[in-house]
């Protein structure tokens, strides 16, 4: 291996969204991660209050995101939701299979 192949940044897989955001939603915070091109700090953690989803929605605006998908196994996305859409953000949802009852 080459001096040069030894200090090149390691290439993953392609970007095909490169203003897209995922947020793992949870029942006390949220946790959003953007491609670490748009910002320093490329995954921030916001509280589950409105105070902080409408925060959270401004600073994926002000990034220039386009498309969120989350991932919630509870009911708790829906606020986020509604922030989300009312900052005009697409969303792309997915929500695990329940486990089967026993």
């Keep these: 291996m080459s001096k040069d192949q030894a200090r090149s940044k390691p ?14 939603i949870g029942s006390r915070f949220h946790v959003v991660a953007v491609s670490p091109d748009l910002c320093d700090e490329p995954v921030q953690t916001f509280q589950a209050f409105t105070a902080d989803l409408q925060r ?3 600073w994926l605006v002000a990034l220039g995101i386009k498309t969120v998908a989350m991932e ?29 009852a026993q």
């Design 56 to 58: 959270m929605a401004a």
């Design 11 to 24: 290439s993953g897989l392609p970007i095909i969204h490169p203003f897209a955001a995922g947020i793992d």
């Design 72 to 100: 919630s196994t509870g009911v708790y996305w829906v606020a986020a939701y509604e922030v989300l859409e009312s900052n005009g953000l697409a969303h792309i949802f997915h929500q695990p299979p329940s486990p089967p």
